[in-house]
């Protein structure tokens, strides 16, 4: 009898897992497993909430595979030594996963693969990485050359249905994982819910009961309330939904019920997502840089003041806390504090005060969304700040925003800024 191993990482679904489905397919029985490995998911880097949507994500997985006649195991620990003494207890040939790209992550697999047999399936993408109409090496260094480029013939794989059922070992039960409870605060744009079954209602709910996809383009840049954006990522983030899923459902929309600039533009968006995680792919750890993925000759010197800059860290913290001179700036950061969401319009203004008007390392920045964001992912994450902050993929250097004037822009009754004039304002 065939016994595998399957490592749940960002993939936390059964719909669309090719992993899953080749591992249920070529073993008699799987032994599925989700391991929280404390370098990325200590107290610093991941916050309550944040790891509350984590829990919510794996007992909804964890429903889904004992409808299968499965089970999932919750462990922690690092996934090298949790997943050999699994294959040692169970008898298991191989581990299965789902391919990652970024550099801590792939270290984890690099480990594993030097103990176990691993195989990885891609799946984590719109845009398999094989299908790309040229070598990782040439990936151009602008978006918009990339999307000129794939979209000229592309080429989207079907997105494949779930294990009808999962076998695992005689006798094998699941485990549970919770962290303590997170009141919410009623001025948040949604009462975000982790899980397969909460992203696929979110997408009912956005693209067939409301029907917002067809003015998405036209509200998308919105700060408040539930539909001025699709608000997926925080799902796509953790895997609940890929990016086929939703793609496939844009599809449909057309079809069925229009099809315009809006309809496209999630696509565009969905693109954006797989361009960062190609990025990863091709420059590594330079993501991570404080220089940023530019070539040496062309970076101008340090992006911001050392650690060990005092003023440095009294900005820092005021940003954080959302105490800074800037109102707008101040209830973006308050939002993130109070619900783990800010929207990519606020995204944008509260990362380029931090790097350009305060002068901060924009890495502490990253940090800082790392910690506290339900949608964090590191490629997306860390692109877009470096992007900001003038080493990433913008073709223009210094993109700085005048955030009172994106403020009179995009919140010119000062209605947003009204709501999170509070820092806290959480339900009992």
């Known amino acids: 009898m065939k016994t ?12 669309d897992n090719p992993a899953l489905l080749r591992a249920v397919r070529e073993a008699d029985e799987v032994v599925p497993v989700y391991i929280f490995d404390d370098r990325t998911w200590s107290e610093e880097r ?19 595979l004992e409808r299968r006649g499965g089970a999932l195991l919750i462990q922690s620990g690092a996934p090298r030594e949790v997943l050999r003494a699994l294959a040692e207890e169970h008898g298991a040939e191989a581990v299965f996963a789902t391919k990652e ?11 594993v693969a030097s103990d176990l047999v691993l195989h990885l399936e891609e ?16 990936l151009p260094d602008v978006f918009t050359r990339f999307r000129n480029k794939v ?13 009808e059922a999962v076998v695992v070992p005689e006798g094998m039960t699941s485990t549970a994982w919770s962290v303590s409870d997170v009141p919410e605060d009623p001025r948040g744009v949604l009462p975000f ?8 209602a979110r997408l009912q709910h956005y693209f067939w009961e409301k029907r917002r996809l067809a003015v998405y383009k036209k509200t998308r840049n919105g700060m408040l309330g539930p539909d001025y954006s699709s608000k997926f990522s925080p799902w796509l983030a953790n895997g609940c939904i890929s990016p086929r899923e939703i793609y496939d459902e844009v599809m449909r929309f057309e079809v069925e019920v229009e099809r315009n600039e809006s309809t496209y533009w999630l696509v565009f968006e969905l693109l954006w997502r797989d361009y960062f995680r190609f990025v990863a792919m091709r420059h590594g750890a330079r993501l991570f840089w404080k220089s940023g993925i530019k070539p040496r000759s062309q970076w101008k010197g340090d992006v911001g003041p050392g650690a060990s800059d005092s003023r440095a860290k009294r900005a820092f913290e005021a940003w954080q806390s959302g105490c800074t001179k800037d109102a707008f700036v101040n209830a973006n950061m308050r939002e993130l504090e109070a619900t783990g969401f800010m929207s990519n319009r606020g995204r944008q203004n509260v990362a380029s005060y931090l790097v350009h008007d305060l002068g901060v390392d924009w890495r502490w920045g990253a940090a800082h969304f790392e910690q506290h964001l339900l949608d964090y992912d590191p490629a997306s994450n860390w692109g877009n700040w470096a992007y ?9 250097p210094n993109r700085k925003f005048n955030t009172m004037s994106q403020a009179e822009r995009y919140d010119p009754e000062g209605k947003y800024v009204a709501v999170w004039s509070q820092p806290t304002l959480l339900s009992s």
Do not use: M, Y
């Not at 991941?46 to 889904?64: C, G, I, N, P, V």
């Not at 790209?101 to 480990?111: F, G, L, P, Y």
């Not at 819910?193 to 696929?200: D, E, Q, S």
């Open 46 to 64: 991941a916050s309550t909430r944040r790891r509350k949507f984590q829990a919510e994500s794996l007992a909804d997985l964890r429903s889904e």
């Open 4 to 15: 595998v191993i399957f490592w749940f990482r960002n993939d936390l679904r059964l719909v």
């Open 151 to 163: 979209e000229k013939d592309w080429v989207i794989c079907e997105t494949v249905g779930a294990p």
């Open 388 to 396: 900001i902050a003038g080493v990433g993929n913008d073709p223009r």
């Open 101 to 111: 790209h970024t550099t801590e992550e792939v270290e984890r697999e690099e480990e």
């Open 193 to 200: 819910k982790g899980g397969a079954a909460a992203a696929h």
């Open 123 to 138: 799946a984590l993408t719109l845009l398999h990485p094989d299908d790309l109409p040229f070598a990782l090496e040439q």
